[in-house]
C-alpha cells in the first residue's frame, strides 16, 4: 500500500514562501475550510478574511500556508513558521522537473531559462553542473529566498 507525502518547509515567512514555491510549482493556494471560492478568488485573501472572521490573533495570522497540486497528482506542500533561522544545508532538497525529456545543451538551455524566472522571483543560483553522459544529465543548483536549495532537474 503507498502512502500519500506531504513535504513540509520551516519558513520565517510562511506566506512569502509558499508565494515562492506556488510560482516554482505550478501549484495553488487552497481555499479556507468551508469558504466557496469563486473563480478568480484570490484565495490569500479569503484566507486574512477567515482568519479575522475565526479571531486568530494577528500576529498568528502568517504561522502556516499551503500549496495544493491543482491536478490533485502532487504532494501538498505546507510551510509553518519557526523562530529560529536555517542553521545548515539542508538535508532533503527538491528537484524540479523544469527539462522533461530533453537533454545536452537544449536541456541546460531549458534549465538556464527556468533559473532566470526564479531569481527574479527571489531565488539565488548556487551553481551548474554540467551534463556528463551516460550518468549525469546537468542541473542548476537554486536556494530559495529563505536559503533552502533545491535543484532544476
Not at 7 to 34: I, K, N, Q
Not at 73 to 101: M, S
Request: include cysteine; charged fraction near 30%; proline fraction near 10%.
Amino acid at each position: 500500500m503507498s502512502r500519500a507525502v506531504q513535504v513540509t518547509f520551516d519558513a520565517r515567512d510562511p506566506r512569502a514562501l509558499s508565494s515562492f514555491w506556488r510560482e516554482v510549482l505550478g501549484y495553488v493556494h487552497p481555499g479556507p475550510p468551508g469558504v466557496e471560492m469563486a473563480e478568480g478568488d484570490d484565495p490569500l485573501a479569503a484566507w486574512d478574511e477567515f482568519l479575522v472572521r475565526i479571531g486568530v490573533p494577528e500576529e498568528q495570522r502568517n504561522a502556516k500556508s499551503a500549496l495544493e497540486d491543482p491536478e490533485g497528482r502532487g504532494p501538498r506542500v505546507f510551510f509553518q513558521q519557526v523562530p529560529e533561522g536555517r542553521a545548515a544545508k539542508n538535508r532533503v532538497h527538491l528537484d524540479v522537473r523544469a527539462a522533461p525529456g530533453l537533454q545536452g545543451p537544449e536541456r541546460m538551455a531549458a534549465l538556464e531559462a527556468e533559473c532566470g524566472r526564479l531569481v527574479a522571483l527571489g531565488a539565488k543560483r548556487v551553481r551548474r553542473d554540467e551534463p556528463a553522459p551516460p550518468l549525469r544529465a546537468g542541473f542548476i543548483v537554486m536556494a530559495d529566498p529563505e536559503g533552502n536549495e533545491f535543484c532544476l532537474d
